[in-house]
Nanobody, 116 residues
Framework: EVQLVESGGGLVQPGGSLRLSCVAS????????MGWVRQAPGKGLEWVSG????????SYANFVQGRFAISRDSAKDTLYLQMNSLKPEDTAVYYC?????????WGQGTQVTVSS
């Protein structure tokens, strides 16, 4: 059974940091590109960041450039998103995904709330 389980969300003050984790199981982690999307209240899905299967290539949406960092650990089958300098507009449910050959797997999401 394919599973992507996110954790690490929570309530943080503006300017704070969080690190999201996404533990993968049930598929070949090292053969899949992975990434994060988010959904703010009342809005659609918004792509945040992606990383290649090898981990050599990363990409970011303009609105997180320089604040977020994506990484992966093949020994732990885990994807990470380090989020710094958080803003209230970063408030959303964050989902991880894994993708290969037109097939995409999704996690259940973790809530991030940025508020004072």
């Amino acid at each position: 059974e394919v599973q992507l389980v996110e954790s690490g969300g929570g309530l943080v003050q503006p300017g704070g940091s969080l690190r999201l984790s996404c533990v993968a199981s049930g598929f070949a982690f090292n053969n899949h590109a992975m990434g994060w999307v988010r959904q703010a209240p009342g809005k659609g899905l918004e792509w945040v960041s992606g990383i290649s299967a090898s981990g050599m290539t990363t990409s970011y949406a303009n609105f997180v450039q320089g604040r977020f960092a994506i990484s992966r650990d093949s020994a732990k089958d885990t994807l990470y998103l380090q989020m710094n300098s958080l803003k209230p507009e970063d408030t959303a449910v964050y989902y991880c995904y894994a993708r290969r050959d037109g097939t995409t797997y999704w996690g259940q999401g973790t809530q991030v709330t940025v508020s004072s």
